[in-house]
């Protein structure tokens, strides 16, 4: 079955920075639309950042503009999330997601694939 693989969360203080990496397990994904999602207790998950399988034009929410950087290397089937600048409301469970439509898509729907998520908590 195919896996993604969230690292890279933690606890970190307002105006740090952290690294999340997915890992996805089948060669086949290195071509998929890859995404990143966050879920904050008591919201809906809403999308972070999301890149098309050659990395051009990445899209990111409004909210993490400027401060997050979407990236992959699909020779290593990885896809990253470099967050910089972070604030208190970053904190979130944050998703790796995963489709085979060559757009991507911006809400839940639109991705078949999800990693177990990595906490990444922000303080103040």
């Known amino acids: 079955q195919v896996q993604l693989v969230e690292s890279g969360g933690g606890l970190v203080q307002a105006g740090g920075s952290l690294r999340l990496s997915c890992a996805a397990s089948?060669?086949?994904?290195?071509?998929?639309?890859k995404a990143w999602f966050r879920q904050a207790p008591g919201k809906e998950r809403e999308i972070v950042a999301a890149?098309?399988?050659?990395?051009?034009?990445?899209y990111y929410g409004d909210s993490v503009k400027g401060r997050f950087t979407i990236s992959r290397d699909n020779s290593k089937n990885t896809v990253y999330l470099q967050m910089d600048s972070l604030k208190p409301e970053d904190t979130a469970v944050y998703y790796c997601?995963?489709?085979?439509?060559?757009?991507?898509?911006?809400?839940?729907?639109?991705?078949?694939?999800w990693g177990q998520g990595t906490q990444v908590t922000v303080s103040s």
């Open positions: 890149i098309k399988w050659r990395g051009d034009n990445p």
């Open positions: 997601a995963a489709d085979s439509r060559a757009l991507p898509a911006m809400t839940v729907r639109g991705y078949g694939y």
């Open positions: 089948e060669r086949t994904f290195s071509s998929y639309t």
